[in-house]
């Protein structure tokens, strides 16, 4: 059967230029990223004097506060910008890699590449969700990246909206190297004397490990000691996510805890007068079940794609509270002792996306000095391809692709770039003055 690998593709209203992209997943891990790679084809015939094509990436934090405007705060801080002239092509051009040697071999002219080499520690993509009774239209939270392709005199000017094409992509991170390797297992401890007196009850919770992965059932070992002559009925056990927004501008600051597990105590208690009470409680956080929770964190929405719980941000040390979204998860277990009383126990962790297997890995080898500018060389993706509609390609047909192999073809899919509208608009947020009036630019929208 003839295979192939699926390349998305969208094309400008006018239909001047039309992008490639191999995929809308890109993958950071230990300090390295994926490269943005993609082909742009363009009609040379229909571009005026001082025409050029550029493409740029962008991150982008909303803040998802409808209200701050009145404040004369803007509702968006762009995180990370990056952009490179497509045409007409500098003498400096990128490498190909495998993907864009495949396409132009498929559209045969007027097919130029962009490549981005992202710096490690950029931030990955996060969505907040919106509240279910609001409808739709509602400031949108969360991390956005996009790649934006289009025709204008300067980067720094604006395009008309006929001659852009938006693509919405995310950004992701693999647990690093060694996350499992046998280290202290986090724990905590707590006491506290209850109301009707006695001695104090002492909680204490211990967790396996300190990162876990997404699916990952989670062991809460919990220990109670109970020197009261009153028997303790309820325990509860919590896993807790909060996303710490950290605008740039005053009140652009926010703090979203999120209830994902909530496992209260069974058949295990009552914990009788001087008992010492051992029990492990099996969680596992999840977005299933938690699809209207206001606010709850995910790791970035693209329409029709799949996605989880946000994984714990990784953050470098130095960089704490910088401008964009921290997600953090902990373990807490409560224990009521008496009236209006309770002692409660918190253990943090992380939550994590594994790593792929070392046979799928595909990492493109450090520069060589010595290939000249426009040389071949091997695709820098940590991963392949993940999407619910499409297998992993394997590396050996990653490796065919990059031999120019005959028989792995391209296929092409229709790029949407709206992301989950859910609780959203289409496009929340995104201001016309981004863009030229096509009247004035003399811009008839025709496709011819």
């Given at each position: 059967a003839q295979r192939g690998r699926r390349v998305f593709k969208k094309a400008s209203i006018n239909n001047r230029i039309t992008v490639y992209l191999g995929r809308r997943d890109f993958f950071e891990c230990d300090g390295?990223?994926?490269?943005?790679d993609g082909m742009v084809r363009v009609k040379p015939a229909e571009f005026k004097e001082g025409d050029t094509v550029f493409a740029r990436v962008t991150c982008i934090l909303y803040y998802g506060m409808d209200d701050i405007d009145t404040l004369g705060v803007k509702m968006r801080s762009k995180l990370y910008e990056q952009v490179q002239q497509v045409f007409p092509p500098l003498e400096d051009r990128p490498k190909l890699t495998g993907l864009q040697r495949k396409l132009l071999t498929k559209l045969e002219t007027d097919a130029y590449p962009f490549v981005f080499e992202l710096p490690p520690g950029t931030p990955s993509s996060v969505t907040l969700q919106g509240n279910p009774s609001h409808g739709v239209h509602q400031a949108r939270c969360g991390v956005d990246w996009d790649v934006e392709v289009f025709i204008?005199?300067?980067?720094?000017?604006?395009?008309?909206?006929?001659s852009h094409v938006h693509l919405a992509?995310?950004?992701?991170?693999?647990?690093?190297?060694?996350?499992?390797?046998?280290?202290?297992?986090?724990?905590?401890?707590?006491?506290?004397?209850?109301?009707?007196?006695?001695?104090p009850v002492t909680?204490?919770?211990?967790?396996?490990?300190?990162?876990?992965?997404?699916?990952?059932?989670?062991?809460?070992?919990?220990?109670?000691?109970?020197?009261?002559?009153?028997?303790?009925?309820?325990?509860?056990?919590?896993?807790?996510?909060?996303?710490?927004?950290?605008?740039?501008?005053?009140?652009?600051?926010?703090?979203?805890?999120?209830?994902?597990?909530e496992l209260k105590s069974g058949s295990e208690c009552p914990i009788t007068p001087g008992q010492t009470f051992d029990h492990t409680y099996t969680v596992t956080p999840d977005k299933e079940g938690n699809e209207d929770v206001f606010r709850l964190a995910l790791d970035g929405q693209l329409k029709d794609e799949d996605t989880g719980l946000?994984?714990?941000?990784?953050?470098?040390?130095?960089?704490?509270?910088?401008?964009?979204?921290?997600?953090?998860?902990?373990v807490k277990v409560k224990l009521h002792i008496g009236l209006a009383n309770d002692v409660t126990c918190r253990v943090p962790f992380k939550l994590l996306m594994p790593q792929p297997d070392a046979s799928a890995m595909h990492i493109a080898p450090?520069?060589?000095?010595?290939?000249?500018?426009?040389?071949?060389?091997?695709?820098?993706?940590?991963?392949?391809?993940?999407?619910?509609?499409?297998?992993?390609?394997?590396?050996?047909?990653?490796?065919?692709?990059?031999?120019?192999?005959?028989?792995?073809?391209?296929?092409?899919e229709e790029f949407v770039s709206k992301r989950a509208e859910k609780f959203f608009s289409e496009q929340p947020d995104r201001s016309d003055d981004v863009f030229v009036d096509d009247a004035d630019n003399g811009d008839n929208g025709d496709n011819g």
């Open positions: 390295k990223s994926d490269r943005i204008s005199t300067a980067p720094d000017v604006k395009p008309s909206r006929k992509i995310r950004k992701l991170s693999f647990a690093p190297p060694a996350t499992l390797e046998p280290g202290l297992a986090p724990h905590g401890e707590a006491s506290k004397k209850p109301t009707f007196g006695g001695g909680l204490a919770v211990r967790l396996d490990r300190e990162t876990y992965f997404h699916g990952e059932p989670i062991a809460v070992h919990v220990r109670v000691d109970n020197p009261t002559k009153k028997s303790l009925k309820h325990l509860e056990v919590l896993v807790r996510q909060f996303a710490d927004i950290q605008g740039e501008g005053a009140g652009t600051t926010l703090s979203v805890k999120s209830h994902v597990v946000a994984s714990s941000t990784q953050v470098e040390t130095g960089l704490e509270g910088q401008v964009g979204i921290t997600v953090k998860y902990e450090a520069p060589d000095a010595s290939v000249a500018p426009g040389a071949e060389e091997t695709d820098g993706y940590q991963s392949l391809p993940v999407t619910p509609r499409g297998p992993r390609m394997t590396f050996d047909e990653l490796a065919e692709m990059d031999n120019d192999g005959a028989s792995l073809d391209i296929v092409f």
